[in-house]
């Protein structure tokens, strides 16, 4: 069974500071690591997806990379505002084995920047 | 691009009413799934559908009742509503391993349940 866990649970750090959110799985088996943002109230929003033969994705001031090996996923903040406060969340998609992909959540990291 | 649409975004049931959440996605995926979110917890899986006529239970499946006729709908049923069943829904949909893309999980922008 695939076990997706996300730490720290909550993170506070000032503006302007490079910060890393991490992902671990424990079964490799992975077909895609999606990384999503949640503001309170609110749906999950797409930030970058990682297919399990790529290393990395970037968008913008985001970074996420992907070490199936060793079943970790960062989630690399570059210059951090406080837009950016949010829970950040790591979806991992089993790749097929027979039957149903399952995507398994992390319970979240909880991003405070204060100005 | 509309991707996935739930409706209604809010609604206040009373112990023991039913409704059914509705849920539409344009992109012809074949996977779609039902998730509930509890306040400060993360999302269980309530049901899913791999295709028009398939769907399979979740982890917390009870109270629940799902259909897949068409592609794009994937509606959600509660039977008998219950304070426990206060929540946010969210349904999400993504490509099926036959179909062409990069497997991005879409969601939709959620349905929030009292139930009173």
């Known amino acids: 069974k695939q076990e997706v866990t996300q730490i720290p649970a909550a993170l506070s750090v000032p503006e302007g500071e490079n910060l890393v959110l991490n992902c671990s799985f424990t079964?490799?088996?992975?077909?895609?690591l999606q990384w999503f943002r949640q503001d309170p109230g609110k749906g999950l929003t797409s930030l970058l997806l990682i297919q399990s033969s790529q290393r990395e994705q970037t968008s913008g001031r985001l970074n996420a990379s992907l070490d199936k090996s060793s079943g970790r996923s960062t989630l690399y903040i570059a210059a951090s505002q406080p837009g950016d406060s949010a829970t950040y969340l790591c979806?991992?998609?089993?790749?097929?084995?027979?039957?149903?992909?399952?995507?398994?959540f992390g319970t979240g990291t909880k991003l405070q920047v204060i100005p | 691009n509309a991707g996935v649409t739930q409706t209604p975004k809010f609604r206040i049931l009373k112990i023991g009413q039913s409704m059914t959440l509705q849920c539409t996605q344009d992109?012809?995926?074949?996977?779609m799934y039902w998730y509930r979110q509890d306040p400060g917890m993360g999302l269980k899986l309530i049901y899913y559908?791999?295709?028009?006529?398939?769907?399979d239970k979740g982890e917390v499946p009870n109270g629940y009742n799902v259909s897949r006729t068409t592609t794009e709908d994937f509606p959600l049923r509660l039977e008998l509503a219950a304070p426990s069943q206060t929540s946010v829904y969210f349904c999400?949909?993504?490509?099926?391993?036959?179909?062409?893309?990069?497997?991005?999980?879409?969601f939709g922008e959620g349905s929030r349940l009292t139930v009173l």
């Open positions: 999400a949909s993504t490509m099926g391993l036959t179909q062409v893309g990069t497997g991005e999980l879409f």
């Open positions: 992109m012809n995926h074949n996977y």
């Open positions: 079964d490799s088996a992975i077909y895609n």
């Open positions: 979806a991992v998609r089993r790749s097929w084995s027979g039957g149903y992909q399952k995507v398994t």
């Open positions: 559908s791999v295709g028009a006529g398939i769907t």
